[in-house]
């Protein structure tokens, strides 16, 4: 979505915490071919994706792998060959068959005298579990700061597996969105300008993969991811995006080459070159009797232009032409954010775990699903110190006051951009007979507590949503305060399906089910400036199911 930014909150910070632009570094790691670490992912009950990645300058190497359900390897149940092939950037994947359900392996890679680090993993359970911890993940953005959400989900004892919604790199170039942040702590992106070709995606994959945070959770949990939109560029829809210009080449090329560099730096299948393979990218967990995840693909299959206020500024004088336009123009039924195809899995994974008996249906999602049309704030007394108002000839988003003044969507790049799709999704859930969804989501890099009703007003679930890894709130926007932004957190708790919000931390989510409550945890690190895995716990929430549907308890 686009971004609004406060650099100056995070320079002050900086400054306070006493440290030298460009110094707040973590000790390097030492010399090793493997300087991306290794990583697992896409389980399932008898298979897992080891990842890891060769730095060698040899066209094609051969680097040995081995899991074993010891840390010592003294007890090796697979071993293997996999070739690092510069045709694939060097990076080694081996999709690890064979394995027991619910299993914990331990592994690592070889290279000629070099080993890897060790990793470790699990196979999806099958059967009764009792127990499952999910880290909700999402918006990890290099030059605003250490990842050190990942660092503390890779402590997290209570984590058995972890879901990024999306936004895993970012496309900007070093002088765009947080590059002044990136230059004073020493975190500035490569390459430096924006990522356009296969060779640019590919360095800023590394670079993202070079944290020791990142590293750390990845070698400590299995990885399962939905994509969003910084993946590839900001704002995409089937047939081009918001940060895609005529001088920036060919649209195709540049998503083809994205979706290449992202299936060979992240532990997943890839399906292939084969045409429209990469971009349905979706997937089903299932994890034994307990739950299904559902994760969803909302940006290069089915998703329609993205609305344009600037195109419509002129018009919404009055509420009879703001009412026309969320009808005609925002509530457009013909507008899709999934293809037909991925709405058919939704509804064959949904129906087959009611039919299971399973008491949990997740879905994940890139945005929030939740209507969060902005309240009106003037009536509430929320002002900025200073309104900056909205041209839409220079501002690519409008002003929070304009869209507030309307009740309009915050974004019309998120589910209020596309209530019809919304809708459509609902009716397929429920014709799966699951009105009981507990959906997991990112983007908005706030978190959220959501309740979740269709148009008639039938209850369809709860939502989580997860604050970034590093990116900013964008309710600290210049103009407002921190205390006046810190009451929209409460102004938009106004709405109807809006329990609790916050916009001024990064961290995570852990999500704990068991097979009568689920409890929810918004973790907030206390900082992303300097490496630091400290965190605490700002808001803990039960969820129960009542009446055929999930309730916050």
Known sequence: MPMKLDRRTALAALAAAGVAPGLAQAKAPPPTRFRHGVASGDPTADSVVLWTRLTTTSARETVRWEMSRDAAFKDIVRKGESIADGAADHTVKAIVSGL?????????????????????????????????????????????????????????????????????????????????????????????????????????????????????????????????????????????????????????????????????????????????????????????????????????????????????????????????????????????????????????????????????????????????????????????????????????????????????????????????ARERLYATCATAGARDLLVLAGDSHSFWMNELFDASGARMGVELGTAGVTSPGDFVESGWDDETARRLDRAFETLDEVVWTDNFHQGYVRVELTPDVARATAVAVRTVLTPDASTFDLRTARIVRKDGTLVYA
């Not at 800023?204 to 969003?228: E, I, L, T």
Request: charged share 20%; glycine share 10%; with cysteine.
């Open 100 to 420: 027991e359900p619910g299993a914990r392996y331990h592994y690592r890679f070889h290279a000629g005298a070099d080993v890897s680090p060790t990793g470790r993993t699990r196979t999806l359970p099958r059967g009764h579990l009792g127990r499952l911890g999910i880290a909700l993940v999402s918006c990890s953005n290099f030059p605003f700061g250490w990842f050190n959400a990942y660092a503390a989900i890779a402590k997290d004892p209570a984590i058995d597996i972890v879901l990024h919604t999306g936004d895993y790199i970012y496309e900007y170039g070093a002088a765009q969105w947080g590059g002044d942040v990136g230059k004073a702590i020493g975190r500035v992106h490569e390459p430096a300008g924006e990522t356009l070709s296969l060779a640019d995606y590919r360095r800023r994959h590394a670079q993202y993969k070079s944290d020791p945070g990142s590293q750390a959770m990845h070698a400590a949990h299995p990885f399962v991811a939905c994509w969003d939109d910084h993946e590839v560029t900001n704002n995409p829809w089937i047939g081009g995006a918001q940060n895609h210009q005529p001088d920036e080449g060919d649209w195709v090329a540049r998503r083809t080459a994205a979706l290449q560099a992202y299936y060979e730096w992240m532990p997943i299948r890839d399906p292939g070159p084969a045409p429209g393979a990469r971009e349905a990218f979706w997937r089903t967990y299932a994890f034994g009797d307990l739950a299904t995840l559902v994760t969803m693909e909302s940006r290069h299959t089915g998703r329609d232009r993205q609305v344009s206020y600037a195109e419509h500024f002129e018009t919404i004088k009055t509420k009879a032409y703001r009412d026309a336009f969320m009808r005609d123009v925002i509530g457009d039924p013909t507008r899709r954010m999934l293809s037909p195809a991925m709405e058919a899995h939704i509804g064959a994974s949904l129906a087959q775990s009611v039919a299971a008996g399973q008491p949990w249906r997740l879905l994940g999602s890139a945005s929030p699903i939740a209507r969060m049309l902005v309240p009106d704030l003037a009536a509430l007394g929320v002002l900025p110190a200073k309104q900056r108002g909205y041209d839409p000839k220079a501002a690519p988003t409008p002003d929070l006051l304009w869209t507030a003044k309307w009740n309009l969507p915050f974004y019309t790049d998120t589910w209020d951009g596309y209530p019809a």
